[in-house]
């Protein structure tokens, strides 16, 4: 590998606590040569200490604006509005790819300042399966909050807990009220995590796949009182909720989680909402009569920050430790240009990642 130095932001949103890179997978980056700087975050799980005592250098919190050029910013959600210009190479998840609101705004940025995006999301093997991802406990948290809210028991603001904290909460919440759950999406990453979590709350869910969204059974679909959509397209595919269907008398759906939450992207298969909720008001009712609630949290994770951070921190390591302008980093910086040219935006000098 050449010579890397690492820079890790701090995240710009408040509720943001997770971190991509844990303090004993920086001491195994300092340990093979990598430059890490850690910025302070009052809000990161993991205290700055460990990170220091992991050989970390420590910088301020938003000091990466005038990291060296040659740093590679490394971060997790949005970045802030400024700088206008972004001249260095970025590691996070951009969600800029799928026309989504805002996207052209960062792409601009990054051809203004001759920077790159390398996009998290698009971090995948030579078969296209994502290298590194928080999908597991994305589900896992979008089943949990549906089946507490199905139950009576989510109590907002929602706060950040521990896998244990949870799990009790799950078995205590009137485990023996029953009810119908559907997991569509129930194969992949996102899938497994809500099929998990339902079994730990006593619920043994419907579980849809590629092979039942063919043909959707939509009747079906909304004789379930809880379903967690935990697909994320990448294709158009015709939408699994309409508005008509929310008005169907013969609608048994009560609780509607959406962990994919791509609200506002031409590949949104619940057209049905127009924003995203969040941890103070988790929960918007989409209807009165009869009830129908939504869930559409797009940092789900962050509630396990610890959890979810270790196990996709163990994955992303394995690829900073082999950073380079080939394999799957290369594949990042190519669908950035991909992006960029199908926009039509200028690239500007752009440097090899």
């Known amino acids: 590998m050449t010579e890397l130095h690492l820079w890790l932001r701090h995240e710009d949103r408040r509720t943001e606590r997770r971190t991509p890179i844990v303090p004993s997978d920086a001491r195994r980056l300092v340990d093979s040569g990598v430059t890490l700087t850690v910025e302070e975050s009052p809000q990161r799980i993991f205290p700055i200490e460990e990170y220091e005592a992991a050989g970390c250098h420590v910088a301020t ?57 390398l996009d998290l999301e698009y971090l995948v093997d030579d078969h296209g399966r994502r290298l590194a991802a928080f999908g597991f406990w994305a589900g896992y948290l979008g089943a949990a909050l549906a089946v507490l809210q199905q ?90 909720l309409r508005e008509p269907d929310l008005d169907d008398p013969a609608r048994r759906l009560r609780t509607l989680c959406d962990v994919t939450c791509d609200v506002g992207s031409p590949l949104n298969v619940l057209p049905v909402y127009d924003r995203t909720t969040d941890w103070t008001d988790p929960v918007r009712r989409l209807r009165k009569e009869p009830p129908l609630d939504l869930i559409a949290i797009d940092n789900l994770p962050s509630l396990l920050p610890r959890e979810s951070s270790t196990d996709f921190s163990a994955a992303l390591v394995l690829q900073l430790l082999e950073f380079g302008t080939g394999g799957p980093w290369g594949r990042c910086l190519d669908r950035f240009h991909q992006a960029c040219r199908e926009l039509g935006i200028a690239e500007g000098e752009f440097r090899d990642a």
Not at 87 to 94: Q, S, Y
């Open 151 to 240: 139950r009576g028991r989510l109590v907002a603001p929602l706060t950040p807990t521990s896998k244990e904290e949870l799990d009790e909460r799950l078995q205590r919440a009137d485990a023996d009220e029953e009810f119908t759950a559907l997991v569509i999406g129930a194969l992949g990453r996102s899938g497994r995590g809500a099929r998990l979590a339902f079994q730990v709350a006593g619920v043994e869910p419907t579980c849809w796949d590629l092979a039942e969204t063919r043909d959707l059974d939509r009747p079906a679909l909304l004789a379930h009182d809880v379903m967690v959509n935990a697909v994320l397209a990448t294709t158009p595919v015709p939408p699994f």
């Open 61 to 117: 919190a938003g000091s990466w604006v005038s990291a060296p050029r040659d740093a590679v910013i490394l971060g997790l959600k949005e970045l802030p509005d400024q700088p206008g210009e972004l001249t260095h190479r970025h590691i996070f998840f951009g969600h800029a790819y799928k026309r989504q609101p805002g996207a052209e705004t960062l792409l601009r940025r990054f051809a203004a300042g001759g920077g790159a995006l």
